[in-house]
């Protein structure tokens, strides 16, 4: 990269109080704005942040809804999108790359505002259509046009009452029946009930269902996609055979209508078969390009990868806005000072409170740009795929690498959130609880995030799983993640002295070395686990299972972590930057990789990597000086973070500084404040008259 991009058609920030420490920046935030996402994603989620801004019907509400108001206001926002021209025409020819990055952009934006919005919306037209472009044909491409003009309501029900994660166990049915043409879809029971299905609560009018194929015979072909007609688009009443209902009030999300669904002998025509794979023949004879049923399921559920990543991406953009609110808070909240009546400091002076909240905003950094490298690989294969006349093999070929990036990755990001977002409503007090700060909603909203699209320990079994079979194969992975393993003999080797001799601790190459070792150590050691059990005659299942806590588990967030800190090493070193921005990349990775590494230490330590206190002592030293160095900048890299006030929407966080201020107006405007509430004399007690 030969120059910085324009930085004009960022907003700049007001002048007040947060400037004491934005003064002490040596860098340009915009300029490390657009290191951390590019610039035509950012143009687009400031048009998406305006457009919503001057738009009514997505003015923010000072109190909370009743549930079914905020299905109702979400559902028309959904149908108002269509109309706000943030897509231009022109995107249809763009190439398939480039139209999902638009779009996903468009999504982010989106989230940061209102995540049930965004999410509902993933869920009838991104989700959906990705679904309709990986296992159907073109007479299906009817839904995905409708599906992206809204004029039908969508939506995906995979997931079953008893059965989640094992997809293989879900019992929906659908048998064909040559006579008419057509699949009789049947739940057996309330325990096989559609659940969870977004969107279908209340609105879908179709929805893409799996069940098991049957044909005549009584034989079962396994999970199979189906179209299913659920409501009347014009009446919104169910068809027959179709028994639909609302899951009722969640934790959060509420603007999406999540709902269960029961066929009863629902008929659906022939053709609504997914059939890219596999198809029915009229006469009811069944064909397949797979010989396996389980390869036609591992096909049919790689198409909802893009929505992990998406996942993750608005995951990373919840880490980012959580640090945001705590670092502003931090250097504007004043407690305590050295002088017992002098002035006071504000908290993020306090080393405590840096080593509490700087580790996510270093995450917020390297993550963003980890979830922007594996968007770009993800969306590369997907092109790649398409093009090639053999595309779908080449596909099946290295989707199990970056499936098994994805299943490490999503839990690493979305648990980072999870626990920065709790660790910021701590740092903030008080004022952090208010529903005002944002906290509340950005803990709630974020929350199923850690289960739904691949519950997190689910998903990082299939990620340790994938990389047990790289270390008995030990050849170079088609992504290139794992290609240190065919040195591990010398890996293993290795020490933090003999690293050292290598490279300074100062090197982001000493982090990749010592992640290098642990992966080594942790495969090493977990296969020996398994082999072991296995030969004592344990069932593979049990010692693979047995295998999970130190080991499996552990070796699938270090992969992630070990992936998302050589990616960000690689696009720095590729970017020609300058001193200042060269230098405040370099701390914020020191502090995220440090704060990895210290919490593996036991792991450096049971591996006879480091034997003496001098790697904890050397590790938690660089990670509180790191720390310290970073406070001078810590607000202008949270500028470079943050959305726009309106999309972060933090009384306590916003960009004009002015803390109290806007608390005071806050609680002077509460709807109610100053009002005798309506049941003041429930709570008076009569007065007895006294006998004086």
Known sequence: MSQIPDTSFIPDLPKGPLCKYRNRAKFDWKKLKLIFESEQDLRIKYKVWKVLENDPLFSKHKTTLPIDEQKHLCAMQVNRMPHLNLIPKEIEQKSFSEKTKYL????????????????????????????????????????????????????????????????????????????????????????????????????????????NLYTENGENHGLHGFIIPIRNPKTLQAYPGVLVGDMGEKIGLNGIDNGFVIFSNCRIPRENLLNRTSDVTQKGEYESVFSEPGKVLGAALESFSAGRIGIMQESANTLASATVIA?????????????????????????LQQWRIFPYLAAAGVLKVAVAELTDIYLAVIERSQKDSNGFELLTQIVSEIHAVISSSKPLTTWTARDAIQ???????????????????????????????????????????????QWTSAVESPVGTVNFLKNRGD????????????????SMDFVLHCYEWMLCYLLDQTSRRVEQDTKAGVHRFDARNNAQVYGARDLSLAYAEYFALSRFSKRFRRLNLNRE????????????????????????????????????????????????????????????????????????????????????SEFMTNQGAFERPAWWKDIIIPQVKSKL
Not at 337 to 351: F, T
Not at 491 to 506: A, F, G, S
Not at 600 to 623: C, D, I, N, Q, W
Request: charged residues 20%; glycine residues 6%; proline residues 4%.
């Open 104 to 211: 996903m952009s468009i999504n982010e934006a989106l989230h940061t505002y209102c995540p049930s919005l965004s999410v509902k919306i993933a869920l009838g037209v991104g989700l959906f259509n990705n679904a309709i472009r990986a296992m159907g044909t073109e007479r299906h491409m009817k839904y995905y046009d409708a599906a992206w003009n809204r004029e039908l309501i969508t939506c995906l029900a995979i997931t079953e009452l008893a059965h989640g994660s094992n997809t293989k166990r879900f019992r929906t049915t659908a048998t064909y029946d040559p006579k008419t043409q057509e699949f009789v879809v049947n739940t057996p029971d309330f325990e096989s009930a559609k659940c969870w299905v977004g969107n279908l609560g209340k609105t879908a009018t179709i929805a893409l269902t799996f069940a």
């Open 327 to 351: 670092v502003r808070y931090a250097a504007l909240r004043k407690q305590f000072g050295p002088e017992k009546d002098g002035p006071e400091v504000p908290i993020i002076e306090y080393q």
């Open 423 to 469: 660790e910021a409503r701590e740092a903030c007090g008080g004022h952090g609880y208010l529903k005002a700060s944002k906290l509340g909603d950005l803990r709630n909203d974020h929350d199923p995030s850690v289960t739904y699209e691949g519950d997190n320990n689910v998903l990082g079994q299939q990620a340790s799983n994938w990389l047990l079979r």
């Open 491 to 506: 890996i293993l080797q290795r020490t933090y002295e003999t690293i050292l001799r290598e490279v300074p601790i100062e």
């Open 581 to 664: 921005l060269s230098q405040v990349l370099n701390i914020l990775f020191a502090v995220y990789a440090m704060w990895c590494i210290d919490r593996h230490m036991t792991t450096f330590y049971l591996g006879g990597f480091a034997k003496s206190p001098s790697f904890a002592e050397a590790v938690r030293t660089r990670l509180l000086s790191k720390c310290g160095e970073l406070k001078d900048s810590a607000v202008s890299v949270a500028d470079a973070l943050a959305p726009p006030d309106f999309a972060l929407n933090s009384v306590i966080a916003k960009s004009d500084g002015l803390l109290y201020e806007n608390l005071q």
